[in-house]
């Protein structure tokens, strides 16, 4: 026998509804171009994908703490949801980033691991705990990753294929250790200033990759 809360549930697709929700699912649109740009070797326009997933991540959540007449289960799905949008943009993409700029060697397989498999813990770990202190992350934040990233690959053309394979495999790795690290970070995105900056940012890399397409 269904109860009256089984008739109130919402429907699965009502939540698309949501602002925030779509603002996060425009970022995981940005993402999947990002992988698909990766897999076929196009990396400028992949860059592109990256960074403006970081920037709907952004939105999504100050839209979100601002938005009126949002319910706590509203505000626990689009938590649930960036959770589960946050590993494929921040884990997945950048170890099938390194995969196809790696040819798709089996040695790079090690590094590609240890970057998801520190995004899965990393995310894991703050869905447990939350902010240190209620102000802080413990460890690197995941989306710090894509923004270093893109700003590593500038460096892509400018020293030869060998090199800046060494350098994203050692980028990518070490970004995974600071993930899973002891370190307190702020949370940047709760600074309207950083919000300029990353605004500022995006265009920046958007720019720049985009002449080189």
């Not at 919402?10 to 992988?35: E, F, K, Q």
């Not at 703050?126 to 460890?139: D, E, I, R, V």
Request: with cysteine; aromatic share 12%; glycine share 10%.
């Amino acid at each position: 026998m269904s109860t009256s809360h089984d008739s109130k549930q919402p429907t699965i697709l009502s939540y698309v509804r949501d602002i925030p929700n779509l603002l996060s699912l425009s970022g995981l649109a940005c993402t999947v171009l990002a992988i698909y740009f990766s897999f076929t070797g196009l990396y400028a326009a992949a860059m592109i994908g990256m960074v403006w997933a970081v920037a709907f991540d952004w939105a999504d959540g100050l839209v979100a703490r601002r938005l009126k007449g949002r319910t706590p289960t509203d505000a626990k799905f689009g938590g649930q949801l960036d959770v589960v949008i946050d590993i494929v943009s921040y884990g997945v993409t950048p170890a099938i980033l390194l995969l196809s700029y790696g040819n798709f060697e089996p040695e790079f397989l090690i590094g590609a691991f240890i970057m998801m498999a520190a995004a899965a813990i990393r995310l894991s770990y703050f869905s447990t705990y939350g902010l240190a202190g209620g102000t802080k992350y413990t460890g690197l934040a995941l989306d710090n990753n894509s923004l270093i990233l893109v700003a590593v690959f500038l460096l892509h053309g400018v020293v030869s294929h060998e090199i800046f394979t060494i350098i994203l495999y050692i980028s990518g790795v070490g970004l995974a250790i600071l993930n899973v690290s002891e370190i307190k970070t702020p949370k940047l995105s709760g600074n309207p200033r950083n919000v300029y900056l990353l605004g500022a940012y995006t265009l920046g890399i958007t720019l720049w990759y985009a002449i080189q397409l």
